[in-house]
């Protein structure tokens, strides 16, 4: 748990503003008191899209930022000449950064977008630090991150927020200032951080958009812009100044529902795979340009690899999920061109794959290695079952672990066998927020209760939503399992200590216009050695 200290900085860092006010806060570093470069870029305002960390381990993290004086030009390159610039960054143990303890530089290359991620390790564990940028002779915004904790100790506790499905055409982003809000440890971020749709000027904010997002995202160009976009949000800037992101991707990072090398049911005809191969590296690459991510998930082309663990301590383990890049195409052809499909013996096959193989082994491997008392899964779909009919049969959509119910039972039944202490896997995707029961086989109705599931809603994606609608109420009558429904927009807040897990639905009445409160709908815990979710 964090130290007095530490929350008392906290509390002052988010009082004084986070990151809009970091720039009055830099005090008298080397940074604040350095010469300008010989060189000049003919524009101001390098960090117009903020500054973030990501991935923490005991002994560092990675910090990022992105020069872009022009975010919203049209060819991507944000107003950046064609050269490499230099840029130079602090790492301080207090605010006002008169306690430099790492100090570096970085190339921002136009090849990456001029971002940058440097890796920052040898660090002190389980402490706060502070770091920012410096460019041409600007300073950023100062960001706020922390170190895990030793790998041998055992915290009291963990705090942290999930957010998934951010689309900004769907809404306001006021989510992200309520999590600025709250004492994180970091933020889980499970996918859809943008959608690749076009925006127009009929979105559900209401307001006038560039012709430059007028377009679906196809190359790389559009991609950094729809980035961009998103990224010049005030309420996630803040979020990423405060808090240590660890990412992975969804769909719409590329285009909706794909798989592996395929798109299915997509608004165009479906390209070749040469051709998705392109679009799949230019999408990849913007993810890794506008994101605070380790050389690890650099991609090579269309191939990224975002499946890794972190731990907090003995306390918990995060492990991060990839169940687009490595998957079989979606079961039954796909519901005949519904999604949904009833009585579809395919996905029961335990050959079909959500995961890939190497992926698969490394997860089962971390079940039986992992000393961490919860074994937490970064999860981006619904693993549990959702049935859409109250009758018999099943009638299911196939691209969640739905559709690869085979190898959701090889998963769950290893995690049974070798003795998961506490199995906990948070999903996003759905825009809807359930608390399910994880059963080992659920065509048995004997299976055994082995794990514990929170969906949570998108932030923004499907506008204001509803608390309970006609859906909410045929998967609580069609599911047993399922023990709670909410389909407005949200996060989800969690606190972990050694006997139990937390989770807050915190929940806001409308996103389509700015300034919405915040409340909890429900709170559901995970009892230490008790599989499945129960009412808190």
Not at 94 to 102: A, C, H, K, L, S
Request: proline letters at 6%.
């Amino acid at each position: 748990m964090s130290s007095h200290v530490d929350r008392v900085s906290r509390r002052r860092f988010i009082g004084a503003g986070g990151a809009g006010a970091a720039a009055v806060m830099l005090g008298t570093g080397a940074l604040g008191s350095s010469a300008a470069h010989a060189y000049t870029l003919r524009r101001s305002g390098l960090f117009t899209l903020g500054v973030a960390s990501g991935d923490p381990s005991p002994d560092g993290f990675v910090i990022w930022t992105r020069l872009a004086p022009e975010p919203f030009a049209a060819d991507g390159k944000a107003g950046m000449p064609g050269r490499r610039i230099r840029v130079e960054y602090e790492v301080a143990a207090d605010e006002r950064f008169r306690r430099i303890v790492r100090r570096g530089s970085a190339v921002a290359a136009p090849e990456l977008g001029h971002s940058v991620h440097p890796e920052i390790a040898g660090l002190a564990p389980g402490r706060e630090y502070f770091y920012r940028f410096r460019a041409a002779g600007e300073i950023s915004p100062a960001g706020r991150t922390r170190t895990m904790p030793a790998a041998s100790s055992l915290p009291r506790d963990l705090t942290f927020a999930v957010a998934s499905c951010q689309a900004w055409q769907d809404g306001h982003f006021t989510a992200y200032d309520h999590m600025a809000a709250e004492d994180l440890d970091l933020i889980v971020h499970l996918g859809d951080y943008i959608y690749e749709y076009e925006i127009t000027a009929n979105n559900r904010r209401g307001v006038p958009v560039p012709p430059q997002f007028g377009t679906e995202t196809f190359d790389l160009a559009r991609y950094r812009l729809q980035y961009s976009l998103y990224k010049a949000e005030a309420p996630l800037q803040r979020a990423h100044a405060l808090f240590p992101f660890v990412h992975t991707l969804d769909d719409h990072e590329v285009v909706n529902d794909w798989a592996d090398d395929t798109v299915i049911m997509g608004r165009h005809p479906n390209p070749d795979p040469a051709e998705f191969a392109r679009r799949k590296a230019a999408a990849f690459q913007a993810f890794y340009e506008n994101l605070p991510l380790r050389r690890s998930q650099l991609p090579s082309g269309p191939d990224i690899r975002l499946h890794r663990r972190l731990s907090y301590g003995r306390l918990a383990d995060f492990t991060m999920l990839d169940t687009r890049g490595h998957r079989d195409i979606q079961a039954c052809s796909y519901g005949n061109g519904t999604g949904r499909t009833r009585d579809c013996d395919e996905r029961l096959d335990a050959a079909r794959t959500v995961l890939g193989d190497q992926q698969r082994r490394w997860l089962l491997d971390g079940f039986r290695t992992s000393r961490a008392r919860w074994q937490i899964l970064g999860n981006q779909m619904p693993m549990g079952e959702t049935d859409w009919d109250p009758g018999p049969g099943k009638d299911v959509w196939v691209d969640p672990w739905d559709g690869y119910a085979g190898e959701r039972n090889r998963v769950l039944a290893a995690a049974h066998e070798h003795g998961v202490r506490n199995l906990v896997v948070f999903s996003g995707d759905r825009h809807q927020n359930y608390a399910v029961d994880l059963k080992r086989d659920y065509d048995d109705a004997d299976s055994p209760t082995v794990g514990s599931e929170f969906v949570g809603t998108s932030l923004t994606s499907g506008g204001d939503g509803a608390d309970i609608d006609d859906l909410g109420r045929t998967f609580l009558s069609a599911n047993p399992h399922m023990r709670f429904f909410n389909a407005q927009r949200g996060y989800l807040s969690v606190n972990v200590d050694r006997r139990r897990l937390r989770t807050d639905f915190r929940v806001l009445p409308y996103v389509t216009r700015p300034g919405a409160p915040v409340s909890t709908r429900a709170s559901f815990v995970a009892e230490d050695r008790r599989p499945g979710v129960q009412k808190a």
